[in-house]
């Protein structure tokens, strides 16, 4: 009898007992980028033409450093470092041929200047010029293209 109930009892709490869940299949994708190309019109779009003033930060007048803050708190709502020297030491360090929308250019402009840009797609770059205020231009471009330092992706 007790032989009995122990075999009852093993098999009931046996019925119990389920088969594992099976684990869902993840498809891993590629987050898609805030760096969209009508994300980076319409922050181009907004800018375009704000004339360059050093330590400025407004659309009345903006440096450099000021519109890369600017422009990533505006689309990822990150907060960055005010100045060229302290964004340059953020991230990690891309190779020029493997650029991706978003990543920080930067460029020695002279002996102890430096300039910083937001890497926009296709060898472009989005930046507050001296001349022109806030524009795209070309790392092709002969002065940029003999000025480039390096690259930083956050």
Known sequence: MKRLLIVILALGLGACASAPEPKPVVK??????VWSDSNI?????????????????????IDCSAF???AYQKMLGMTLP????????????V???QLRKGDLVF????WSTHHVGIYVGDDNFLHVSTSQG????????SYWAS???NARRI
């Open 28 to 33: 891993q994708v590629e987050p898609v980028s």
């Open 41 to 61: 019109s319409e922050l181009h779009s907004e800018w375009r033409g704000v004339p360059y003033r050093l330590g400025g930060g407004t659309k009345r007048g």
């Open 68 to 70: 890369v803050s600017v």
């Open 82 to 93: 005010r100045t060229v020297e302290e964004q340059q030491a953020l991230g990690k360090p």
């Open 95 to 97: 190779p020029r041929d």
């Open 107 to 110: 460029f020695k402009t002279g």
């Open 134 to 141: 806030v524009k795209i231009s070309s790392l092709h471009n």
């Open 147 to 149: 000025k480039y330092w």
